[in-house]
Nanobody, 112 residues
Framework: EVQLVESGGGLVQPGESLRLSCAAS????????MNWVRQAPGKGLEWVSS????????MYADSVKGRFTISRDNAKNTLYLEMNSLKPDDTSMYYC?????WGQGTQVTVSS
């Protein structure tokens, strides 16, 4: 059974940081490009970042470039998203996905 389980979300103040994790199982994690996608309340899905199979190539949405860092540990079958200088506009449910399967999401709320 394929599982993607996100964790690390929470309530933080503007300017603070969070690190999201996504534990993968049930498929060969190292064979897939992995992605973070978010959805703000009442809005559609927004792609955030992608990382290639080996971790050497990353891409970011303009809205998070320079503040977020995606990484992966293929030995641990885990995807990460380091989020710095968080803004209220970053408030969303964050999902990890290989585009075939999706996790249940972890909520990030940025508010003073």
């Amino acid at each position: 059974e394929v599982q993607l389980v996100e964790s690390g979300g929470g309530l933080v103040q503007p300017g603070e940081s969070l690190r999201l994790s996504c534990a993968a199982s049930g498929f060969t994690f190292s064979n897939y490009v992995m992605n973070w996608v978010r959805q703000a309340p009442g809005k559609g899905l927004e792609w955030v970042s992608s990382i290639n199979e080996g971790g050497g190539t990353t891409m970011y949405a303009d809205s998070v470039k320079g503040r977020f860092t995606i990484s992966r540990d293929n030995a641990k079958n885990t995807l990460y998203l380091e989020m710095n200088s968080l803004k209220p506009d970053d408030t969303s449910m964050y999902y990890c996905t290989n585009l075939h399967y999706w996790g249940q999401g972890t909520q990030v709320t940025v508010s003073s």
